[in-house]
């Protein structure tokens, strides 16, 4: 069965990095694109971006462009989204997801969600 | 921000029917990008209830319908039940924005 396993909480002060991890399997790694969407508390979803584990080729939402990396290690299936220069007004939950027809479709597999809390 | 609106509550009596609306623009909906929908229970991940405008995974009950006109969608529930009570999501893609756009959610409380 498909699952999309996340790396756990994350406390950070204003200012560090993040680095969350999206281990899939149960498909083909290769074969489906890795979304990232976040959600601050009591707020909605937030598209982030996505990444192409075949080539690595990667597009992200324009208000996190600079700040946001996504990679991914096919040998091991796993996705990574780093964020950068943190405030705390990026404290949520951030979500990893399969996306089904390439970057304009629908996510079907969702990870559980990786919360991180940025705080002085 | 070409994002999609949502209404922030409904709610409705058990065994009723209920429609959330999805608003776009020319860049998303209007464009004839599909529009899919997601449940999000308290503390759990978002989990797809209908892609392509009106198709459902399977697993997701009949009662849970999708349709799309226009810059619009809508999401209907008929038969509610307790176990609906959840706040539901709207997307697409945004021509404009090159990704993908959510609408703001939508409280669905069962009287």
């Known amino acids: 069965q498909v699952q999309l396993v996340q790396s756990g909480t994350e406390v950070k002060k204003p200012g560090a990095s993040v680095k969350v991890s999206c281990k899939a399997s149960g498909y083909t790694f290769s074969d489906y694109y890795i979304h990232w969407v976040r959600q601050a508390p009591g707020q909605g979803l937030e598209w982030m971006g996505w990444i192409n584990p075949d080539g690595g080729d990667t597009k992200f939402a324009q208000i996190f462009e600079g700040r946001v990396t996504m990679t991914r290690g096919t040998s091991i299936s796993t996705a990574y989204m780093e964020l950068t220069r943190l405030r705390s007004d990026d404290t949520a939950v951030y979500f990893c997801a399969r996306g089904v027809g390439y970057s304009s479709g629908w996510f079907d597999y969702w990870g559980q969600g990786t919360l991180v809390t940025v705080s002085s | 921000q070409s994002g999609l609106t949502q209404p922030p509550s409904v709610s409705g009596a058990p065994g009723q029917r209920v429609t959330i609306s999805c608003t776009g623009s020319s860049s998303n909906i209007g464009a004839n990008y599909d529009v899919h929908w997601y449940q999000q229970l308290p503390g759990t991940a978002p989990k797809l209830l209908i892609y392509?405008?009106?198709d459902r995974p399977s697993g997701v009950p009949g009662r849970f319908s999708g349709s799309k006109s226009g810059t619009s969608a809508s999401l209907a529930i008929t038969g509610l039940q307790a176990e609906d009570e959840a706040d539901y999501y709207c997307?697409?893609?945004?021509?404009?924005?090159?990704?993908?756009?959510f609408g703001g959610g939508t409280k669905l409380s069962v009287l």
């Open positions: 392509g405008n009106n």
């Open positions: 997307q697409s893609y945004d021509s404009g924005l090159s990704g993908s756009v």
